[in-house]
């Protein structure tokens, strides 16, 4: 049994009935939001009840519920913070003298990408260090380049970035 299903036990929501395939795919997102809602109410006795053992459980200080981030705040974590990613990449390319940007939409394409991953705001450097990494080995070879910028596509396909690095150089 489901820690959802203890806890909706003991709140009093029950689910009766059968649903059919269409049905069950409308309400997949009510359902996880639900169970979030759910899951939020949790108390200790529900989780013995789920099995964990009552010495265990007794040990926790506090038992608390997180969200997934969304792309807003991902994309706060790249660019707000004093040291954040972002920043950390603009100087090291500062050392090449040369500038770079990223796009309004490069970081949100890299935000999606943690999303789909599902790897949150540590799958961020990640995803920018395999972006960045053919960028930064070529980028010293290139002396005529004084800018450059970051764009959804290359965040999508990668490689791009090298090959357009070579077109501006």
């Not at 930064?136 to 999508?156: A, G, N």
């Amino acid at each position: 049994m489901g820690l959802e299903k203890i806890i909706g036990r003991r709140v009093g929501k029950k689910s009766l009935g059968f649903r059919s395939g269409e049905e069950a795919e409308k309400e997949d997102s009510v359902s996880r939001k639900r169970n979030y809602e759910l899951l939020s109410e949790i108390q200790p006795e529900d989780l013995i009840k789920f099995g964990l053992i009552p010495e265990f459980v007794g040990r926790l200080p506090v038992v608390g519920m997180l969200e997934d981030l969304d792309e807003f705040a991902l994309i706060e974590i790249l660019t707000r913070p004093k040291n954040a990613i972002i920043k950390q990449y603009q100087r090291l390319f500062e050392f090449e003298n040369v500038r770079l940007k990223f796009s309004d939409e490069a970081l949100r394409a890299v935000a999606r990408q943690a999303m789909a991953r599902k790897v949150g705001a540590r799958g961020l450097r990640m995803i920018l260090e395999e972006l960045m990494l053919d960028l930064m080995f070529h980028l010293p070879s290139q002396k005529k380049l004084k800018e450059f910028e970051v764009t959804r596509e290359m965040v999508e396909k990668r490689n791009a970035s090298l090959t357009s690095l070579e077109k501006a150089g």
